[in-house]
């Protein structure tokens, strides 16, 4: 049965991060819109943006990894859990280094949201820098978790 409330606390816990981004950064780029959230005239992301989206993203880890503690009450779980997101998102930016660089686009000054997330170009080290920390955050998330040890 322990190993149900492990499997249950590691998607609880992806779920609320994926629910988490998706909204906060749905919520930025409403705030600072596309002149705030690109360098001008393109699609790569500003430095607003990267640094804005990694402080939402360690937000999103900690609270999903706070759940996966509390769900699971196993530090054991939270490590399978970051360690997934780390190996996870490595392979999403080993995935990004060794494709064709998209063809550079021009981006008007009005783009929604669906479009912003479909084109957007973030820089190879930020797709590097991001599952690292994802798992710091679901580590961190995990020892505030509390309740039962393994």
Same mark, same amino acid.
């Given at each position: 049965?322990?190993?149900?409330?492990?499997? *249950?606390?590691?998607?609880?816990?992806?779920?609320?991060?994926?629910?988490?981004? /998706?909204? @906060?950064?749905?919520? *930025?780029?409403?705030?600072?819109?596309?002149?705030?959230?690109?360098?001008?005239?393109?699609?790569?992301?500003?430095?607003?943006?990267? =640094?804005?989206?990694?402080? =939402?993203?360690?937000?999103?880890? $900690?609270?999903?990894? /706070?759940?996966?503690?509390?769900?699971?009450? @196993?530090?054991?779980?939270?490590?399978? /859990?970051?360690?997934?997101?780390?190996?996870?998102? =490595?392979?999403?930016?080993?995935?990004?280094?060794?494709?064709?660089?998209?063809?550079?686009?021009?981006?008007?000054?009005? $783009?929604?949201?669906?479009?912003?997330?479909?084109? @957007?170009?973030?820089? =190879?080290?930020?797709?590097?820098?991001?599952?690292?920390?994802?798992?710091?955050?679901?580590?961190?998330?995990?020892?505030? %978790? %509390?309740?039962?040890?393994?």
């Amino acid at each position: 049965m322990k190993i149900v409330w492990a499997i *249950l606390g590691v998607v609880v816990g992806y779920v609320a991060i994926v629910a988490i981004i /998706f909204l @906060s950064f749905s919520t *930025l780029y409403l705030v600072i819109g596309a002149e705030g959230a690109y360098q001008p005239g393109s699609y790569q992301v500003s430095m607003l943006w990267i =640094l804005a989206s990694a402080i =939402l993203g360690l937000i999103a880890a $900690v609270i999903g990894g /706070f759940l996966c503690k509390k769900i699971s009450g @196993s530090r054991g779980a939270v490590q399978v /859990f970051a360690g997934i997101v780390l190996v996870l998102g =490595l392979i999403m930016g080993i995935v990004q280094a060794v494709s064709p660089a998209p063809a550079e686009e021009a981006r008007p000054a009005e $783009v929604s949201n669906m479009e912003a997330m479909q084109k @957007s170009q973030q820089p =190879l080290w930020v797709a590097f820098m991001n599952p690292f920390l994802g798992a710091i955050g679901i580590i961190i998330g995990g020892g505030l %978790g %509390g309740g039962k040890e393994e």
